[in-house]
C-alpha cells in the first residue's frame, strides 16, 4: 500500500527557523488567522507571517493580553475568541466574515496539554474540546472565506499523537481521566481533522495539513509541575533547559509555517509534516514519523461524523 507520507526533501530541517522558510516569499495582500497566536509558537508564527507582509488576525481568549503582546508588530489585529465555548467561536466567525470575505492561511495553534480533569459546555473533555472540537467548529463557520481564499488549513498536532488513537467508546474519559491519554487523542483529532478536512476541501482548491512543531519549553507546559520536566530531563534543577533535541520558538514555529506557505506543498495536503518536511510513517520503537491511526481515513470521516454531531456545524452537511 502507498502513502504520501514521505519527505520530498524541501531543503529545510529540525533546526530551520520560521524566517528560513519564509525566505523570498511575499504574502502581501494575503490575510492569515493563527489561534492562539500571542503565545509560544503562535507568536512567533504571527510575527514570522506579518514580516512576510501578511495580514494576519489573532484570535484570543485573553484579547488584552494578545494586543499587549502583539504591539508593534505591524499588520496584526487581536479579536476574542474561547475555543472552548461554541458560542464565543460562532461569534468570531461572524465577525470575522464581516471583516474579511477571504483567507488565505488558517493555523490552528491554540491548545491545551495534560491540564487537570477539566468540562466544558455540556461535560466535554477539555482537551479534546479546546485543541480539537473548537477548531472544527472554527474552521467550518468560516468555510465561505476559506473556500474563496482556496486556503491552507494547518492544524497543530505533536508526536503524542502516538500515544492512542481515538477512545470512541469514551472520547470524553467519564470513566477515569488520564491527563496524557487525553493529551494524546486531542493531538490524534488534529490529524484526522487534516485528512477529511483536505479530502473535503480539495475540489475547491483547499488542502490541509498537520503537523509536529518538536519539543519547545512555551507556555504549553503551563500545568506540568517542575519536577515532571525535571524527571523527563527537559530541564535541570534550576529551570534550565537540559535537552539539547529541544528548538527555539524560532525553530519550532518553522514547520507550520512550512506548511501554510511553501511552493513545494501545491497539489498536495492531508498529510503529517515535522522538521519541515513531510513525516515518513512510524515505525517501531522509531522516533518521529505520523501512526496508522491518525492517518486513517475512515477514522477521519469517523470523527468529523462525530465532530459535527457534538458542535451542530458542517460546512459540507447539505453536500454530503
Known amino acids: 500500500m502507498t502513502t504520501p507520507q514521505h519527505a520530498i526533501g524541501s531543503g529545510f530541517g529540525a533546526r530551520s527557523t520560521a524566517d528560513d522558510v519564509l525566505s523570498g516569499i511575499d504574502l502581501s495582500g494575503r490575510t492569515a488567522l493563527v489561534t492562539g497566536g500571542y503565545s509560544g509558537l503562535g507568536l512567533e508564527t504571527t510575527r514570522a507571517l506579518a514580516a512576510a507582509g501578511a495580514r494576519v488576525v489573532v484570535p484570543a481568549r485573553r484579547p488584552a493580553a494578545a494586543r499587549d503582546a502583539l504591539d508593534g508588530i505591524p499588520g496584526v489585529e487581536t479579536d476574542a475568541l474561547d475555543l472552548a465555548d461554541l458560542a ?13 470575505p477571504t483567507v488565505d492561511i488558517v493555523i490552528n495553534n491554540a491548545g491545551i496539554m495534560a491540564c487537570p480533569e477539566t468540562r466544558v459546555g455540556p461535560g466535554w ?10 477548531h472544527h467548529a472554527l474552521v467550518n ?8 481564499g482556496g486556503a491552507r488549513v494547518v492544524s497543530v498536532s505533536s508526536g503524542a499523537h502516538g500515544i492512542t488513537g481515538m477512545r470512541w467508546d469514551d472520547v470524553h474519559f467519564e470513566r477515569g481521566y488520564d491527563r496524557w491519554q487525553a493529551y494524546g487523542q486531542a493531538k490524534t483529532a488534529n490529524v484526522l481533522f487534516a485528512v477529511h478536512l483536505d479530502a473535503l476541501g480539495r475540489d475547491a482548491g483547499v488542502r ?6 518538536g519539543a519547545i519549553l512555551t507556555p504549553l ?28 520558538p524560532e525553530q519550532g514555529a518553522a514547520t507550520q509555517v512550512w506548511a501554510a506557505t511553501s511552493p513545494r506543498l501545491a497539489g498536495m495536503g492531508g498529510v503529517y509534516c515535522e522538521d519541515c518536511d513531510i513525516a515518513g510513517p512510524a ?19 469517523r470523527l468529523w461524523a462525530l465532530s459535527a454531531r457534538l458542535t451542530g456545524v458542517d460546512a459540507f452537511a447539505a453536500a454530503s
Open 221 to 248: 507546559q503551563r500545568h506540568l509541575a517542575k519536577a515532571d520536566m525535571v524527571a523527563a530531563g527537559w530541564i535541570d534543577e534550576a529551570g534550565d533547559l537540559a535537552d539539547p533535541s529541544f528548538k527555539t
Open 125 to 134: 473533555e477539555a482537551q479534546f474540546a479546546t485543541n480539537h472540537l473548537g
Open 88 to 100: 464565543s467561536v460562532r461569534s468570531f466567525a461572524e465577525r470575522f466574515l464581516r471583516a474579511h
Open 141 to 148: 463557520h468560516l468555510w465561505p472565506a476559506i473556500a474563496r
Open 208 to 213: 490541509a495539513f498537520a503537523l509536529h512543531p
Open 283 to 301: 515505525g517501531e520503537g522509531a522516533e518521529g514519523g505520523v501512526h496508522a491511526h491518525a492517518t486513517d481515513p475512515a477514522e477521519a470521516a
